[in-house]
T-cell receptor, first 112, second 114 residues
Framework: QQQVKQSPQSLIVQKGGISIINCAYE??????FPWYQQFPGKGPALLIA?????SEKKEGRFTISFNKSAKQFSLHIMDSQPGDSATYFC???????????FGKGTTLSVSS | EAGVAQSPRYKIIEKRQSVAFWCNPI?????LYWYQQILGQGPKLLIQ????????DSQLPKDRFSAERLKGVDSTLKIQPAKLEDSAVYLC????????????FGPGTRLTVT
């Protein structure tokens, strides 16, 4: 019930294409769903986050789509660029409102 | 605004030795977190502080790990004695919000236990 399942494990997208990363959760008490971007040797950086009372949130080229009934959410990166090549983690805030539960990550490579 | 600072960036020790990591959160952030990130996995929370009090340390291996946040600002995480399976990146994060929202991470300390 405390898991967040992320897919795919790795993703290769052409420059200008759309990158889509999916996550699923089981605990309906989760109420905050952020996405983090991590470059090698760096800490995760908060990219975008959503609460379950909205179905979509867009910030620049990054969009979160949220399906509360299916307990799924996804990150869409429009017009993907080589600089977007990184590992992306989805996460969910646990029931106690303390620990972020992270997925296992998706390594994105954008080819030029 | 300066980000979360951590030191050292890298540390190599032998098993059964002790090691300490230091974190300085973003100025004004009352909430501080320590995470462990094993290669190929997402970060896992070890301990959360609100000011200088512990909010959640349920996943901290207390027989070997300890952490403190004196004066509610800087924090140190210690491992004594280290095991091979402690090899990981130790990340510190901070937030100016209670409840786990909007956490900002430092660059981490990569620990290798040989």
């Amino acid at each position: 019930q405390q898991q967040v399942k992320q897919s795919p494990q790795s993703l290769i997208v052409q420059k200008g294409g759309i990158s889509i990363i999916n996550c699923a959760y089981e605990n309906t008490a989760f109420d905050y769903f952020p996405w983090y971007q991590q470059f090698p040797g760096k800490g995760p950086a908060l990219l975008i986050a959503i609460r379950p009372d909205v179905s979509e949130k867009k910030e620049g080229r990054f969009t979160i789509s949220f399906n509360k009934s299916a307990k799924q959410f996804s990150l869409h990166i429009m017009d993907s660029q080589p600089g977007d090549s990184a590992t992306y983690f989805c996460a969910a805030l646990n029931q106690a409102g303390t620990a972020l539960i992270f997925g296992k990550g998706t390594t994105l490579s954008v080819s030029s | 605004e300066a980000g979360v600072a951590q030191s050292p960036r890298y540390k190599i020790i032998e098993k059964r030795q002790s090691v300490a990591f230091w974190c300085n959160p973003i100025s004004g952030h009352a909430t501080l977190y320590w995470y462990q990130q094993i290669l190929g996995q997402g970060p896992k929370l070890l301990i959360q502080f609100q000011n200088n009090g512990v909010v959640d340390d349920s996943q901290l291996p207390k027989d070997r790990f300890s952490a403190e946040r004196l004066k509610g600002v800087d924090s140190t995480l210690k491992i004594q004695p280290a095991k091979l399976e402690d090899s990981a990146v130790y990340l510190c994060a901070s937030s100016d919000l209670a409840g786990g929202y909007e956490q900002y991470f430092g660059p981490g300390t990569r620990l290798t236990v040989t």
